[in-house]
């Protein structure tokens, strides 16, 4: 069974469009997160959520919008897609006690073009 | 602020050859925990290996060992008997309230 899933794993879409990028964990973690890897693979933290409440909101624009209907799924959705949203973005879980590892999805590639 | 500095964007080594990958970090905190991952050309990112920073004892995990350096703040991976499958990033990671990432190495291991 899949710990972190995401769906898609790859979007190709028009600058301007609005789409959301799913993620699920079966592994009864508190905590849940969005990463953005960008061309240079440098990971950076968008979003934290722990228990469905935001804890974490990193300087992203608000055309990013996570959603958690309950503990084991935060989607992620996008607004008015632009170049620069490019990336490959990552959701993760952990149980959120700070010796527990985090455990990643397989990855969205996101393409505006 | 937290941060963590990997000062090698990229090495690296011949097979079978052992290979040591750098990492630094800032906290004023005194209880914490630090990893590395591997992502590998799979994009899949991966804990190779986990380190309590209360422990003085080095983690080691088969071929993946670390020498932790809490005084000064480093937390080095060795990797021996390389091989091609550990062509990949690594990452080093810090945790507080949340996964403080480096910015990666980039190893490949040559045959």
């Known amino acids: 069974d899949t710990a972190v899933s995401q769906t898609p794993k790859y979007l190709v879409t028009q600058m301007g469009n609005d789409k959301s990028i799913k993620c699920e964990q079966n592994?009864?973690?508190?905590?849940m997160y969005w990463y953005k890897q960008d061309s240079k693979k440098f990971l950076k933290i968008m979003f934290s959520?722990?228990?469905?409440?935001?804890?974490i909101n990193e300087t992203v624009p608000n055309r990013f919008s996570p959603k958690s209907p309950d503990k084991a799924h935060l989607n992620l959705h996008i607004n008015s897609l632009e170049l620069g949203d490019s990336a490959v973005y990552f959701c993760?879980?952990?149980?959120?006690?700070?010796?527990?590892?985090?455990?990643f999805g397989q990855g969205t590639r996101l393409t505006v073009v | 602020a937290q941060t963590v500095t990997q000062s090698q964007p990229e090495m690296s080594v011949q097979e079978a050859e052992t290979v040591t990958l750098s990492c630094t970090y800032d906290?004023?905190?005194?209880?914490?925990?630090l990893f590395w991952y591997k992502q590998p050309p799979s994009r899949q990112m991966i804990l190779v290996i986990r380190?309590?920073?209360?422990?003085?004892q080095n983690a080691t995990e088969n071929r993946f060992s670390v020498n932790f350096q809490k005084a000064a703040k480093s937390f080095s991976l060795k990797i021996s008997d390389s091989q091609l499958g550990d062509t990949a990033m690594y990452f080093c990671?810090?945790?507080?309230?949340?996964?403080?990432f480096g910015t990666g190495t980039s190893l490949t291991v040559i045959p």
């Open positions: 993760a879980s952990s149980q959120g006690d700070r010796n527990t590892e985090a455990f």
């Open positions: 592994l009864g973690h508190d905590t």
């Open positions: 959520y722990n228990n469905k409440e935001l804890i």
């Open positions: 906290t004023s905190e005194n209880n914490y925990y």
């Open positions: 380190q309590e920073a209360y422990k003085q």
């Open positions: 990671a810090w945790t507080g309230n949340q996964f403080y």
